[in-house]
């Protein structure tokens, strides 16, 4: 399968020529259409056309074929309806109608096009398609479900792309290896799936867990950006398209460092050296003060308290004492299993622990599986997370060191991430006790004479009541002086949090037998598809570097699938359905293309626009094509049921979130308060398993756009789960539409509609004043953007005499013609 | 750039408007008549994928927009109509309950060989430990059953016992995915979804698949065991029980029935008058459609969770009243459920899943069958609240001779281990080897199939994977579970992913 006349190239991050990718391609060409290299089409002449948009001349083409034709141009109301609901997630505001209805200038349309693609509703709308194909949620999955706290970062990052109209192929690398071009919240998208945090010392479970791990962003990065399937090549070479099962292998090579987790942004330069120059001017006061320094019998005896542990320093004040043995027991973690990054315990200022000084450390166990958390990191001098151990007791653990030989020892420091990047995991309850023998245990420090647990607490105590009045004078004002640097020190450090990937070396990849791992074969390097331009990296190649070379392969300008596929997912978005309409299967298997040729034309538009997607969007927006009405007929309807070859704008019904966004706008409730961490459709039960109660009252707090609620693996909003919202646990690059008999009673008896109703029809008598038509039409100008024909204001003045305006706003938001795209 | 009407279009469009703008006609031809509109060969978001799986092609139901229960054909004669799957969440040990082992007796307090090596789920193994409760004869048969589950052991001779059943994960969360799903991972759909949208359903006023959840919650996986996955919503379970009614099913507090009924007819004149300028376009008259049939769940419903109807005896063959005691509520409970789901089955609902077990609260094993610490105490209060409800449910399936078409399945995630753990009074997680068992609907009866080895750890003889046994129940819904298919995301799925063997020594 693999191409052999090819040269194999050395690994180096987009090293290959587009002539090499030619080559490959050309040998691909009698194989399958989406691994040719994209060709610009020329355009079709269709007799009669008027249009002189490139998009409108292929589908005419198709159209006349089969005695068919555009249909004519829909309404302008209507237009600015879809407009709005398809670029933006809700419908326009009545002035925004009048005006367009109004304009005179022939250029009318292009011009709201570009106001609406400079609206930031624009992001959120178009940010909610790319979490769906992302598979983005807000909790891990599987049966404790836990929250990921910080993973609205991703949410915000994305939004924010698709506003700033940031360029595809920045895109893509940004989510690929982010760190390395400042966007560190975009690797999100390698750790934003479902992930079973259940952990076992069984170290088949162990293996198989990091394995789905694996598979999980390795699928997902080929769906999402080459719209193809890997997964069947997990356990053989794939049926369907010329993957080798080494392929698959060779692909989670290069996400084999990656880890799910939270972690702090790193610092900017100028933060990293602000931080330096306050270390250098606290370090200058430190040394000054260490006489006044207490010890913990006079603490005791004086009542006064320590100040609470922190993630980055912990300090034990000791009576000296003499020990072959110190034993750290760890009772009570903020959360999770505790992490420990070095434990140093000194005699008259040499750390006695080091292993490098002869002493040896022992633990009540270890989580399996990561090499950065063993036992050996506890005292190997080196500190940060990926030089650390973690027990695997939930919330507990014993450490133990044995000395050379007997140390007086004075003083033990310790910390979760000297580094100061993670704060998790940290040790809350603990004590130490020494012994000169085992067994003869003697506690020498712990966690009682702490204050609770509190963010940014500091140092040691000192105790100047012995002090001289001049020395407690210096000491006082030193103290000061520390104290501000301390505060200075904490808020520019201050840290962002975000449920980033985190990253270290990876060992050696093998091909597992069968997709067990648990049966590996032979080691296999980290490489690109063999279908494509070959490209192989060293075995033991940097992690980052082998993302890197990912990222530059996917974006490579002549890569036949990278435009294609997202061109198609924006087609997909506008009109309902893609031109190929199996959006993450561009194989063998997946869906021929409706128009090739157009498809070819918006991949080469693309990528000359430089991947701008507002660009083709506009394009699209722009054709006869789109702008055509929606109205069914009965030769078109035959020929062609499911509007394949675009003979009208298809209508359908609006998705989950614009429904629940569309109420919100019609009874004038939505906050359009944009980004920032979610808010709850639940009331969360945190247990060790986590459970999502639905909340049957809503208040301002809820009315934020649907992109902005608590994304809950598993657990759906009572209401709109049922519209075919995904849950995150699988990508969904298409959602179905589904109508069900659940979906009515839930729009028309939830709570949710029924308060929204009533509010809407407050708001029409305080908007409208006392007199039911002018009522009447404000409301179908809130809910349906036109006025009422004759025949239905007098209907809806009956119903409203009889059953009150609540009772028709109930009515009027259930209504088909408020569902649908028009 | 005005378009100049193309003539054609215009004279078509025109035609059909004209044919079909009459309300009174409309409503005649397709208001609610959807099968005068042709049919869209398939529902929106899943499309034809053109390869087939190795020679045999996929099957996927024909769905009507909007009648997503209407009844379809299986793929071949089946032997049952419904399938009642009862499902203990937390793992039941084998070893206390029908898997009997005298070599365990025989060897308690010794090691398990090669045990002192093995790590599960939560560590390392003590010794090997017989059940606390003791095995008999039960029926005609003989097969010997525990004494934690006497009522069911008496219908022994109805029952078909797979004692080899092996799973691969030891997990919970990814255990009951995998037996409800055939995956051990988030998102795929469940087997109920997977045979409504195979088979749709006998009664178009309820829905084709129901979850009832334990009185004390939600099962370990949540909604994952009665999910849709990728399927059309429409498939998904319906969660209630006789305790909790159906979300959003009764009309909206402060507002009248008159009213209500009043706005709902509003309403449907609102969506005629918008579906004349669409003639012909079946999704809004599938919404349509859909009010239709919720209006009538909001009947129906209700009425089949009113227990209030069922006479003392039914009451008391259940074990549906509470003495008091705690066992006697947990149990009360649970029994209500069995009548419920026995109410469903006659209505015609085509699968009903009853869970035995919720999720882990107060601690493990104290509302589920996860018995790590102290497994005399926990299982004491599991098996009789399980036992007689769940036997109960058997004799009244049988004697309203419904049990001849329906396929009875318990089951639960994975079995225990034949040890204790060490420093435990309970038994650790094993996927190893576990019994899972069938009653009615053709299943061989008063049987065991497959076996675990002399100390019932691990399957040894006939094993049964999950994909097996669910092969084996598609297969008797008529159902070829390497044809049932549904295009997602590049591949043809299946309930049994690629794998999957149907156990026919096991039909009658």
Known sequence: MRPTKLPQRAAKAGAWTTALWLATVAMRAQTHWAFTPVQRPTLPVVAGLTSHHPIDAFIAEKLAAKGLALAPKADRRTLIRRLYFVMLGMPPENAAVAAFVADRDPRAFEQLVDRVLADPRYGERWGRHWLDVVRFAETNGFETNRERPFAWQYRDWVITAFNDDLPYDQFVREQIVGDALGAETATEFLVGGAFDIVGSPDPALTAQQRADQLDDMTSTTSTTFLGLTLGCARCHSHKFDPIPQRDYYAMTALFAGVSHGERALPPTPAQRAAVLDIDARIAAIEPQLTRFRTVKSELLASHAHRTAVTYAHNEEVLQPVLARFVRFTIAQTTNAEPGIDELAIFANDRNVALATNGAKATVSSTLPGYAIHQCEHLNDGRTGNDHSWISNEDGKGVVQIEFAKPERIDRIVWARDQDGKVRD??????????????????????????????????GPIYNLAAASPADAALANTLLLQLTELRKQRASTTSVVMVHAATFSQPGPTYLSNRGDPMQPREQVAPAMLSLFAPMTLAENAPEQDRRKALAAWITHKDHPLTARVLVNRLWQYQFGQGLVSTPNDFGKNGVPPSHPELLELLASEFTASGYHIKTLQRLILTSDTWQQSSAPHALALQVDMACRLLWRFPPRRLEAEAIRDSILCASGNLDRTMFGPSFFLHDVDRENVYHYHQKETFGPAESRRMIYAMKVRMEQDAVFGAFDCPDGSLAMPKRGMSTTPLQALNLFNSPFLVQQAGILSQRLQSDAGPELPDQLQNAWARIYQRAPAADELAAAQKFAQHYGMAALCRALLNANEFLFVP | MTQMPRSLHALKSLQSLQALQSRRRFLVEGGFGLGAIALRALLHGQDPAPASIAGKAPIRPLLQPGRPYTPRAPHHIPRAKNVLVIFCSGAVSQIDTFDYKPELIRCHGEALPGGEKLITFQGGQGALTKSPWRFRPRGQSGKMISDLVPHI?????????????????????????????????????????????ALGSENQDLPAYVAIPDPRGKPQNSVNNWAPGFLPAAFQGTDFNARQPIRNLARPTGITATDDAATRAYLQQLNERHAANFPGDTELLARMASHELAARMQQTIPAIADLTSEPQHILDLYGAESSGSKIGDLRAGYARNCILARRLVERGVRFVQLFNGAYQTGGEGVSNWDGHKDLLAQYSVHGPVLDQPTAGLLIDLEQRGLLAETLVVWCTEFGRMPSFQQGAQGRDHNPNGFTCWLAGAAVKQGTSHGATDEFGYRAVENVVSVHDFHATILHLLGLDHERLCYYHNGLERRLTDVEGRVVREILA
């Open chain 1, 425 to 458: 995991r940290l040790a809350t309850d603990y004590w130490f006790d020494a012994a000169l023998a085992p067994g003869e245990w003697q506690r020498i420090a712990s966690s009682d004479d702490r204050e609770p647990m509190r963010e940014a607490s500091v």
């Open chain 2, 153 to 197: 052991g008496a219908l022994a001779d109805k029952i078909c016992f797979i004692h080899s059943m092996q799973g691969k994960t030891n997990t919970h969360g990814p255990g009951e995915n995998y037996l409800s799903t055939g995956y051990t991972l988030d998102g795929f759909p469940s087997m109920g979804a997977w045979i409504s949208y």
